[in-house]
C-alpha cells in the first residue's frame, strides 16, 4: 500500500475526551484522521483545559443523558450515516453504556450491508498496572467487546478484558487468541508492551482472526523514545483507524463482515499489519520531532528551572506543556513516514 493512500470517503462518529489545549482525545483524533482524508464528527466525553498529565485541570464530564441526546440530534436530522466509530475515554459506566447503546445503532443499521461500518474501540482504562477509570468500568466494555471490529488495549488493559495475565508473548497471544475465541473481536492490536523494562525497544503485536476465529499473530518492535507524551495512544487509534480503512479498500475487503481478509493471507501481509507499519513510521518520526523541540524549550529555560528548584509543582507544569506533541508542524509524516518497521509472524 503506497504510504499516502488515503481511505475511500469515510465518515467517522469519534467519541472522545476534548482538551482546549494540545492533542489529548478528540483533540488528537480530529486533525489526524481529517488529515488523512475522512470526515470527522467529534462527540466528546469531557470538556477540559487540559490533559491529567499536569495534575490539574478545570472542566467538566459530560453526562451518560448528554451523550444520548447528542447522538439523538444527528438521528433526528439524518446526520448517522457513519461508516465508522472511534471511541476512546469515556469518564463512566453510564456514560459507556451510552457508547455501547450508539454503536449497536450504528451495527443495526448497516446489518444488510457486510464491511459499511467498522467500530475501532479503544478501551482507556489504566496503563502500567493502574486504573484511572472507576473500576465498574471494566465490566462495561467486557460486555461490549463482541460488538467492536477492532481493539486496541495496551497491555494492562489486555489483562483486564481477557482475564490473563501477559508477562510474555506466549501469555500475549493466548489473551488475544481468547479474545478472538471467546468475544469474537475479528481485529486486535495490543500497544505499549514491555516485558523487560531495560529493553530499548517497546514492541506491538497485532492480529486478525481467521475464519475458525484462530489467531493470525504479528509483531513489530520500534525503539523506545525517553521521553513521556501524552495523546501518542489517540495518535495511534486515530492513524490505524484511517490506515486500515485504505488498505481494506486496496486489498478488496470492505465489502467483507469486520473487513477480515481470507484465510489464506499471512499475518505479515494482512491490511492491519501493513496499517500498523505505516502508522508506527509515522509515530516515530513525530515523537522524535516532538522530543527534540522538547529538550530544546527545556534547555532554553535552564536557568529559570534551577531558580524554581524546590517549587516541584511549577517545573513539572513547564515540562508538560514541552512535552506537548507537535502534531500541527508535522503533518507531512501521517502521510509519508520518515521511520519504516516491518510486521513480523509469530508462532504460538
Known amino acids: 500500500m503506497p504510504n499516502n493512500d488515503m481511505p475511500p470517503p469515510t465518515k467517522v462518529l469519534a467519541i472522545a475526551s476534548h482538551v482546549t489545549y494540545g492533542h489529548v482525545g478528540n483533540s488528537m483524533v480530529v486533525p489526524v484522521m481529517q488529515f488523512m482524508g475522512c470526515e470527522v464528527s467529534p462527540l466528546n466525553t469531557v470538556y477540559l483545559s487540559n490533559h491529567k498529565a499536569y495534575r490539574q485541570t478545570k472542566g467538566r464530564s459530560v453526562s451518560a443523558e448528554e451523550i444520548r441526546e447528542i447522538y439523538e440530534g444527528l438521528h ?4 448517522d450515516d457513519f461508516d465508522m466509530l472511534l471511541s476512546g475515554y469515556v469518564a463512566g459506566s453510564k456514560s459507556l453504556e451510552a457508547v455501547g447503546a450508539i454503536a449497536r445503532d450504528l451495527k443495526l443499521k448497516s446489518a444488510t450491508k457486510p464491511g459499511s461500518f467498522f467500530w475501532v474501540l479503544d478501551p482507556v482504562m489504566g496503563d502500567e498496572g493502574r486504573l484511572y477509570v472507576d473500576k465498574d468500568v471494566v465490566p462495561v466494555y467486557k460486555s461490549l467487546l463482541h460488538e467492536a471490529d477492532l ?34 473481536i475479528p481485529h486486535v492490536v495490543v500497544t505499549s508492551i514491555r516485558f ?8 506491538v503485536v497485532g492480529s486478525t482472526q481467521k475464519e475458525d476465529r484462530s489467531p493470525r499473530l504479528f509483531q513489530l518492535e520500534v525503539p523506545a523514545i525517553d521521553a ?39 499475518a505479515v501481509d494482512l491490511p492491519l499489519a501493513k496499517a500498523v ?6 509515530m516515530q518520526g513525530i515523537l522524535q520531532r516532538t522530543k527534540v523541540e522538547r529538550d530544546r524549550e527545556l534547555d532554553s529555560m535552564k536557568g529559570i528551572l534551577e531558580q524554581e528548584e524546590g517549587s516541584d509543582k511549577r517545573q513539572l507544569l513547564r515540562k508538560m506543556k514541552a512535552s506537548e506533541v507537535r502534531l500541527i508542524r508535522n503533518l507531512d509524516l ?15
Open 334 to 348: 501521517l502521510k509519508c513516514p520518515d521511520h519504516t518497521f516491518v510486521a513480523k509472524s509469530i508462532a504460538l
Open 76 to 79: 433526528q436530522s439524518y446526520l
Open 228 to 266: 513521556f507524551f501524552s495523546g501518542a495512544g489517540d495518535l495511534f487509534a486515530a492513524l490505524v483507524s484511517a490506515r486500515l480503512r485504505a488498505g481494506a479498500a486496496s486489498a478488496g475487503i470492505e465489502g467483507q463482515k469486520s473487513w477480515i481478509s481470507p484465510d489464506n493471507v499471512e
Open 151 to 184: 481493539l486496541l488495549p495496551n497491555q494492562f488493559e489486555l489483562e483486564l478484558l481477557s482475564d490473563s495475565k501477559v508477562d510474555d508473548l506466549t501469555s500475549l497471544g493466548s489473551a488475544i487468541a481468547k479474545l478472538h475465541q471467546d468475544h469474537r
Open 196 to 203: 523487560d523494562q531495560g529493553s530499548p525497544n517497546i514492541t
Open 277 to 282: 507499519e505505516l502508522t508506527l513510521g509515522s
